[in-house]
């Protein structure tokens, strides 16, 4: 559990693992060079229950401090959960059970919900190519996931330890994208088994970051990519990237950033009308382009938050 400056919050995250049905886990809590009273709740809730450990790091990112708790745990499998997350009982039942069931998988995840600022809940979209059972395991991850909302969140997916360190657990000195980036190179080398229930809590922040102008995470993409080019579905999922980067662009006003985006999705996914629309977005006069974006999001959002629970995963 990365702590950084998560007072209270991080109460209610280490609290949702102690009601786990599951007794037998070991939880540390790595704070982040935190400068609120987050690392001494946790260190309260320590005191009284031998199953958790905190450690301090000077700040250096989530990165680090995930990487930090994958050294000194334990367990050979390791699961992640951020500080203003929460698990939903039974989620390290169902991620132990996929371990069970599908022993080829050495990543095992569940679906989430999303929580938004005024305490409104959905389920995460998912878009399987055919209607699936609740555990399943999937050989198809890229095809899947460029057509949803991220399928793997990281406070809602285990993986076995070994693995994770052969790739040297999560990259560092990324700001956003660093799991997405994790789950890929897994994605490469294992199939991953999930449960379509949703056993985690996602809590949005609503805080929009500025792109990385750098986009290491995209150029890692496209590497990852060179190196496995027949991968199904990671044409479309490295162009879901550059769309989502290309409307973030867009928001700050930068034109010719969400432009370089924009062409670069419709290059890797020229059929798709997402591609295309941003394409035609991003060379519309700013003022129009943002009121329509606007427009678009507010009612795909009301559109989402309305839609029956089980509507979101199919």
Same mark, same amino acid.
């Given at each position: ?129 055919? !209607?699936? +059972?609740?555990?399943?395991?999937? *050989?198809? &991850?890229?095809?899947?996931?460029? @057509?949803?909302? $991220?399928? #793997? ?113 419709? !290059?890797? +996914?020229?059929?798709?009308?997402? *591609?295309? &629309?941003?394409?035609?977005?991003? @060379?519309?006069? $700013?003022? #129009? ?26």
């Amino acid at each position: 559990m990365p702590l950084y400056n998560k007072a209270g919050l991080v109460q209610e995250a280490i609290a949702s693992v102690q009601m786990q049905q599951t007794p037998d886990w070991e939880l540390l809590v790595v704070d982040d060079g935190s400068t609120d009273a987050g690392p001494m709740q946790a260190r309260e809730a320590a005191a009284s229950d031998p199953r958790i450990r905190v450690l301090h790091q000077v700040n250096q990112g989530v990165s680090v401090a995930r990487n930090a708790g994958l050294r000194q745990a334990r367990a050979v499998v390791v699961a992640f959960l951020d500080a203003d997350d929460l698990w939903r009982p039974g989620f390290l039942s169902a991620v132990l059970a996929l371990r069970e069931l599908y022993p080829t998988a050495r990543w095992w995840a569940t679906s989430y919900m999303l929580q938004f600022a005024d305490a409104a809940t959905r389920v995460a979209m998912l878009h399987t190519h055919a !209607r699936t +059972a609740t555990q399943s395991l999937w *050989s198809d &991850y890229f095809l899947v996931a460029a @057509r949803s909302e $991220p399928p #793997v969140c990281s406070s809602a997916v285990a993986v076995d330890r070994e693995v994770l360190l052969s790739l040297n657990g999560f990259p560092t000195g990324i700001a956003s994208g660093e799991d997405l980036l994790t789950w890929a190179k897994l994605a490469l080398a294992y199939p991953l088994a999930y449960d379509r229930r949703p056993f985690a809590v996602f809590r949005v922040s609503g805080i929009e970051r500025r792109p990385d102008p750098d986009d290491s995470v995209g150029r890692a993409f496209a590497s990852l990519h060179h190196d496995h080019p027949g991968t199904p579905g990671f044409a479309a999922y490295r162009a879901a990237w550059h769309r989502m980067r290309s409307a973030m662009w867009l928001r700050f006003n930068e034109s010719k950033a969400a432009r370089i985006d924009a062409d670069m999705a419709l !290059r890797l +996914a020229p059929w798709n009308p997402r *591609s295309a &629309y941003l394409w035609l977005l991003c @060379r519309l006069p $700013p003022v #129009v382009s943002r009121r329509l974006d606007t427009w678009i999001r507010s009612a795909r959002a009301r559109m989402m938050r309305t839609r029956p629970p089980n509507a979101s995963s199919e």
